[in-house]
């Protein structure tokens, strides 16, 4: 990975659905934003993008999503900027008890 390149980083539980890796990369380019990201995800990954947002195209409430360290929730949500050089992690919360 370069330093303008953006890594994503995904829990197992969602390595299945993006071909069996738990980190990607993507190019970073000036204008990315979350919802540009998981729409490049989607178009490889269309079970993984099912796992992460809902069919109007939301993120799914179960799932956190992490900007170098600062929740999406925080921010702009999936008009939150990605910087070239910024890790992206995508955790699916887990219900147990």
């Given at each position: 990975m370069t330093?303008?390149?953006?890594?994503?980083?995904?829990?197992?539980v969602l390595a299945a659905a993006a071909g069996g890796t738990r980190e990607l990369s993507v190019p970073g380019?000036?204008?990315?934003t979350v919802g540009s990201l998981l729409d490049?995800?989607?178009?490889?990954?269309?079970?993984?993008e099912r796992r992460i947002r809902d069919e109007q195209g939301t993120v799914r409430r179960f799932v956190n999503i992490?900007?170098?360290?600062?929740?999406?929730?925080?921010?702009?949500?999936?008009?939150?900027?990605?910087?070239?050089?910024a890790e992206v992690l995508i955790l699916q919360s887990i219900a147990g008890g």
């Amino acid at each position: 990975m370069t330093g303008t390149e953006v890594r994503i980083v995904l829990p197992e539980v969602l390595a299945a659905a993006a071909g069996g890796t738990r980190e990607l990369s993507v190019p970073g380019e000036a204008g990315l934003t979350v919802g540009s990201l998981l729409d490049g995800l989607g178009s490889r990954f269309p079970v993984l993008e099912r796992r992460i947002r809902d069919e109007q195209g939301t993120v799914r409430r179960f799932v956190n999503i992490y900007v170098d360290g600062e929740d999406i929730r925080g921010l702009d949500r999936q008009h939150s900027e990605v910087s070239p050089g910024a890790e992206v992690l995508i955790l699916q919360s887990i219900a147990g008890g």
